[in-house]
């Protein structure tokens, strides 16, 4: 059974920084095409960063240069480091496969203030 576990949100003043965690457990994140998304209240859930399984990484144009994807294959983590961060940031994170194909887990928190 495959599980995600997100960690690492929280309160953060705008300009400041988070790293978020995505624990896998019964999937091999170095094989998947790994993917960050967010939702903030009353919108669509949207991707903010994508890991081929090669490393390759993507982000959509509003968030390069301050939103990093990475991932640990001994820890089998995937993180997002995310800089400068606004408080149109503010949403609750999940990780999930490139085509969302694995069951959401519970999400992380994260809430900028201006």
């Known amino acids: 059974q495959v599980q995600l576990v997100e960690s690492g949100g929280g309160l953060v003043q705008a300009g400041g920084s988070l790293r978020l965690s995505c624990q896998a457990s019964?999937?091999?994140?170095?094989?998947?095409?790994m993917a960050w998304y967010r939702q903030a209240p009353g919108d669509q859930r949207e991707l903010v960063a994508l890991?081929?399984?090669?490393?390759?990484?993507n982000y959509p144009d509003s968030l390069k240069g301050r939103f990093s994807i990475s991932r640990d294959n001994a820890k089998n983590t995937l993180y997002l480091q995310m800089n400068n961060l606004k408080p149109e940031d503010t949403a609750v994170y999940y990780c999930?496969?490139?085509?969302?194909?694995?069951?959401w887990g519970q999400g992380t928190q994260v809430t900028v203030s201006s």
């Open positions: 999930n496969t490139q085509w969302r194909s694995v069951d």
């Open positions: 019964g999937i091999i994140l170095s094989l998947t095409p």
């Open positions: 890991m081929s399984s090669v490393g390759t990484t």
